[in-house]
Nanobody
Framework: QVQLVESGGGLVQAGGSLRLSCAAS????????MGWFRQAPGKEREFVAS????????RYADSVKGRFTISRDNTKNTLDLQMTSLKPEDTAVYYC??????????????????WGQGTQVTVSS
C-alpha cells in the first residue's frame, strides 16, 4: 500500500507560478508510475500529467502542455508539479496518485489508485 500526501497549493494571481509536491511512503517509489490529476468545482477529475518510474517519460494534458512540468526525486520519494503561467481555469484541487492498471490509458482516472487528500490551487484573475 502507498500513502501519498500533497502539499504546496495556495492562492496565486494569473500568470504566476506554484510548485506542488507529493510525498510517498509505503513501497518502492521508483517502481511506480505517478500521475497528477485535478478537479475543479462541479467538474469531473481530469488528468494533468504522468511520469514513469525512472522519470524519463512524461505525458501532459493539452491544456497544461508547455506550462506545467512533472518531475520526481526517487531518492526522496517525492513527486513534483511545477506550474507556470497559471490561468484562472487551472483553479482546482490537485491530486497525486499511483498508476495501477497498465491496461487502461494513462490519462484515465480509473488507471490510478492510492489517491492523496489533494491540495487546493486557486488562481485569481
Amino acid at each position: 500500500q502507498v500513502q501519498l500526501v500533497e502539499s504546496g497549493g495556495g492562492l496565486v494571481q494569473a500568470g504566476g507560478s506554484l510548485r506542488l509536491s507529493c510525498a510517498a511512503s509505503g513501497r518502492t517509489f521508483s517502481s511506480l508510475i505517478m500521475g497528477w490529476f485535478r478537479q475543479a468545482p462541479g467538474k469531473e477529475r481530469e488528468f494533468v500529467a504522468s511520469i514513469s518510474g525512472s522519470g524519463r517519460n512524461t505525458r501532459y494534458a493539452d491544456s497544461v502542455k508547455g506550462r506545467f512540468t512533472i518531475s520526481r526525486d526517487n531518492t526522496k520519494n517525492t513527486l513534483d508539479l511545477q506550474m507556470t503561467s497559471l490561468k484562472p481555469e487551472d483553479t482546482a484541487v490537485y491530486y497525486c496518485a499511483t498508476r495501477v492498471n497498465l491496461a487502461l490509458p494513462t490519462d484515465w482516472e480509473n488507471a490510478y489508485a492510492n489517491w492523496g487528500q489533494g491540495t487546493q490551487v486557486t488562481v485569481s484573475s
